[in-house]
């Protein structure tokens, strides 16, 4: 069980650094093929997008599909696509890879906590999506570096291929160690799995997934302009910084798979540790060392709402997880290129206070959503008693 669960984390840590590639290679990619930055950036904002559109389509049309075959299959895609940019110098084609990866990357996340789960009953669901999550923070503390400094040394193609290869390997492991699992309720047909959708629990859910990663992005997309107004913070120490909000989602990540907390108690916990790091923004900090502080509470935060929401979902449909688990992805990823939007229409206003006082707005009525959900199951389970 414990192979199976590391492999999932290890395609979780490719999977996701896939996403965040062209973040750290975005100028070598726009100098190389003769394109401005903002068409560069293309291949991240289309990433997201596609997700947002495919995930659940693409999570119904493969129900059926045992859960190994489908990671093999979705670890061998991302290593063709990843490895295929080492091929091509033209923009379109890269673009279609990135949007063939994206296909994958809904599906891939749509399952994994089910599929996690599923092979660990034993163990605490929000510890075991803690677990295969924790690749999400290995991909922004190593994942990413490691592609931008391969990137700088040998070129921006290789960046790409170095993670085709992780695939490659990860995908081998995954044939060894996966245990074959089928999605529960795979038999139902396609208008049975949409009915969890339009539950109201759900939809609630998926509403506070959208508030609150809406705030996180709004402020964490243009963080690097944000941190570079604090006394004192140059680019090596802005480096240091991100470096270590990293450093902290793994932290988060960590203390989740130790102790096992309620997924309703974990996103609020969450939620507020990202309204507190934001409102500490926004009074100015006075150097890099309270940033740093700041940053770090940030990533465990950010990391404790991930964990919380995912569990959250699964726990109130756990007859359709995978839908479930669909609907979440799709709403965090609205809240990605949302927060992205809105963030930068707000960004230099009134010395970006604007921007903060909006973030810290939404993740305030999130929380009380989120809360709101947590306190009539609680009411109904007492009520039970």
Not at 170 to 191: T, Y
Request: aromatic residues 10%; contains cysteine; charged residues 10%.
């Amino acid at each position: 069980m414990i192979k199976a669960l590391s492999v999932l984390a290890a395609g979780a840590f490719v999977s996701q650094t896939t996403e965040y590639l062209p973040v750290g290679l975005l100028n070598q990619i726009a100098e190389h093929l003769r394109i401005g930055g903002a068409k560069a950036g293309l291949l991240i904002t289309l990433y997201a997008w596609v997700i947002t559109l495919s995930v659940i389509p693409v999570t119904l049309l493969t129900q059926e599909i045992d859960r190994k075959k489908l990671f093999v299959f979705l670890l061998g895609l991302i290593a063709l696509c990843n490895g295929s940019v080492m091929l091509t110098d033209n923009f379109v084609m890269l673009l279609v890879l990135r949007v063939i990866a994206a296909l994958g990357h809904g599906v891939f996340w749509a399952s994994i906590a089910s599929y996690a789960i599923s092979m660990a009953v034993a163990m605490p669901a929000s510890r075991v999506t803690a677990i295969v999550f924790s690749g999400i923070s290995l991909a922004i503390v190593m994942g990413v570096p490691l592609s931008t400094a391969t990137g700088n040394y040998y070129g921006w193609q290789k960046g790409f291929g170095l993670f085709g290869l992780f695939s490659l390997i990860i995908m081998c492991l995954a044939v060894r160690w996966l245990p074959r699992a089928h999605e529960p309720g795979a038999k139902a047909g396609p208008s049975d799995l949409l009915k969890p959708a339009f539950s109201g629990l759900l939809c609630l859910l998926a509403g506070v997934t959208l508030l609150i990663i809406t705030a996180h992005f709004m402020s964490y997309t243009y963080i690097t302009v944000l941190l570079q107004a604090i006394p004192g913070v140059n680019a090596d120490v802005l480096t240091i910084l991100l470096f270590v909000f990293g450093v902290g989602g793994a932290c988060g990540t960590l203390l989740v798979s130790r102790f096992s907390l309620r997924p309703s108690l974990l996103t609020l916990a969450g939620g507020a540790g990202i309204a507190l790091a934001q409102a500490l923004l926004l009074i100015k900090l006075p150097g890099p060392l309270s940033a740093g502080g700041v940053m770090f509470f940030w990533g465990c935060a950010i990391s404790w709402v991930i964990v919380g929401l995912q569990s959250w979902v699964i726990e109130a449909s756990k007859d359709h997880p995978e839908f479930a688990s669909a609907l979440y992805v799709m709403s965090f990823n609205i809240g990605i290129g949302s927060g992205a939007i809105a963030g930068g229409y707000f960004t230099g206003i009134r010395d970006n206070s604007d921007l903060f006082l909006c973030a810290i707005l939404l993740c305030i009525t999130g929380l009380l959503l989120a809360g709101v959900i947590a306190f009539k199951k609680a009411g109904r389970h007492h009520r039970k008693a």
